[in-house]
């Protein structure tokens, strides 16, 4: 069973940076991808970055192109998202899942596990 674990949110103001990490334990097997989701009060659970850990290929929403990075560590077994530039419409409650395979998914109902979420509040 796989288990992940968010950290790093907290209260920035526009412009300014934070680092969420995600770390995982209980895998079993390689094949994996690692997302990172948010959810906004009233709304649906967007999609914002995504990693295939056996070759790091990445991908990106449009709203977040240029502004986040996504990385993983093979050692640590964690990934990172780095969020530079941020905005006020960037706050939501980020969440760390994961789904076995190699093809990148922006739907949520494609992954199969999910961590308990960190709080991302960015002021104006």
């Known amino acids: 069973q796989v288990q992940l674990v968010e950290s790093g949110g907290g209260l920035v103001q526009a412009g300014g940076s934070l680092r969420l990490s995600c770390a995982d334990s209980?895998?079993?097997?390689?094949?994996?991808?690692m997302g990172w989701f948010r959810q906004a009060p009233g709304k649906e659970r967007e999609f914002v970055a995504a990693?295939?850990?056996?070759?790091?290929?990445?991908y990106y929403a449009d709203s977040v192109k240029g502004r986040f990075t996504i990385s993983r560590d093979n050692v640590k077994n964690t990934v990172s998202l780095q969020m530079n530039s941020l905005k006020p419409e960037d706050t939501a409650v980020y969440y760390c899942a994961a789904k076995k395979g190699t093809v990148i998914l922006r739907t949520s109902r494609g992954y199969d596990y999910w961590g308990q979420g960190t709080q991302v509040t960015v002021s104006s």
């Open positions: 990693i295939t850990w056996s070759d790091g290929r990445t």
């Open positions: 209980g895998r079993t097997f390689s094949s994996i991808v």
